[in-house]
């Protein structure tokens, strides 16, 4: 099993709809969880962190944890086309020290 | 507005030579990381640094890739000899801890013939 799973994707949204990226962890002890965007050609950017059980919402971009079922959700609201893009979710496993391991990224898609 | 440098963006070289690769952190982040990206692979770690020293590099070929911080704004990835398989995006984020948010520099793209 990998440490961080992602559906690969593509993921079709049409314009103006809710886009649902969602990401499944093995470490049951990770602590931090982050969601980057990366556009084709170019490097991750951090979109959302997010450290506590429930929902955190900046903008269009709603981040979802439960650790109980060990999954991490991040939600697009209102996708635009500049939305389409590569989305990581990143996750520190607390059994390798720690490290921030990154899931393989959904690309999405938003079909105006 | 502070951002992650590396240099050079683009390389091409042939197989068998030596490949450097530069990365300036962020002022003030005491926490370095190397990654390559691939199609097949996604992102990987290679190497990371807090304060200058090397605290994980198990995800590098250690015969062949070597990755130090001679000091606190440069961080340097090196490849000798470099091989085909080599062939990928080479990131360099930095940040104030490991489990910490990460700002990822433009990355270089290598190519080896």
């Known amino acids: 099993q990998k440490e961080v799973e992602q559906n690969s994707g593509p993921l079709s949204v049409p314009e103006g709809a809710i886009a649902s990226l969602n990401c499944t962890y093995s470490d049951r002890g990770s602590q931090s969880f982050f969601w980057y965007r990366q556009y084709s050609g170019k490097s991750p950017e951090l979109i959302m962190f997010?450290?506590?059980?429930g929902d955190k919402e900046d903008g269009r971009f709603t981040a979802q944890l439960n650790k109980a079922s060990q999954y991490v959700s991040l939600l697009i609201r209102d996708s635009q086309p500049s939305d389409s893009a590569t989305y990581l979710c990143?996750?520190?496993?607390?059994?390798?020290?720690?490290?921030?391991?990154f899931g393989s990224g959904t690309r999405l898609s938003i079909r105006p | 507005d502070a951002r992650v440098t590396q240099t050079p963006r683009h390389k091409v070289t042939e197989m068998g030579q030596e490949v450097t690769m530069r990365c300036q952190p962020i002022?003030?982040?005491?926490?370095v990381f190397w990654y390559r990206q691939t199609m097949m692979q996604g992102l990987e770690l290679l190497a990371y640094f807090r304060n200058r020293a090397p605290l994980d590099d198990s995800g590098m070929p250690k015969d062949r890739f070597s990755a130090e911080m001679p000091d606190a704004t440069l961080a340097t990835l090196k490849i000798q000899p470099s091989e085909p398989r080599d062939s990928a995006v080479y990131f360099c984020a930095s940040g104030l801890g490991q489990s910490d948010t990460q700002y990822f520099g433009p990355g270089t793209r290598l190519t080896v013939l």
């Open positions: 990143a996750v520190n496993i607390y059994s390798s020290a720690s490290k921030i391991i």
């Open positions: 002022l003030g982040h005491n926490t």
């Open positions: 997010i450290y506590s059980n």
